[in-house]
């Protein structure tokens, strides 16, 4: 199984991006999608996530503003609104997924990250 993000790039304060990140390879079930920032010199944090139930939520710092989605197969979205400097980072996608019918549980795995940067 691959992560493959897209959609990172250089924004005004103000502007939206939109990441996607799309899984491919021996995939039965995709149990979540999460999205994570690693900014400058700071840890990664998970920002959003989504279950296979619909289910999502976000941090307090980017709630209004991002909305995280799925296509029904196997592609997740992050919408960014309202960008602000702050929001500057490394977004990494990252999913839970039971590669074939008989896993007993999900496994782990990362996207490469994409570069977005906002400037004021």
């Known amino acids: 199984v691959q992560l493959q993000a897209s959609g990172g790039g250089l924004v005004q304060a103000g502007g939206s991006l939109r990441l996607s990140c799309e899984a491919t390879g021996s995939i039965f079930r995709i149990n979540a999608f999460q999205w994570h920032r690693q900014a400058p010199a700071k840890e990664r944090e998970m920002i959003a996530f989504?279950?296979?139930?619909?289910?999502t939520n976000y941090v307090d710092s980017v709630k209004g503003r991002f909305t995280i989605s799925r296509d029904g197969k196997n592609t997740v979205y992050l919408q960014m609104d309202n960008l602000n400097p702050e929001d500057t980072g490394v977004y990494y996608c990252?999913?839970?997924?039971?590669?074939?019918?008989?896993?007993?549980?999900?496994?782990?795995?990362w996207g490469q990250g994409t570069q977005v940067t906002v400037s004021s």
């Open positions: 989504i279950f296979s139930d619909g289910l």
């Open positions: 990252f999913a839970q997924i039971f590669p074939r019918r008989e896993s007993w549980a999900p496994s782990e795995y």
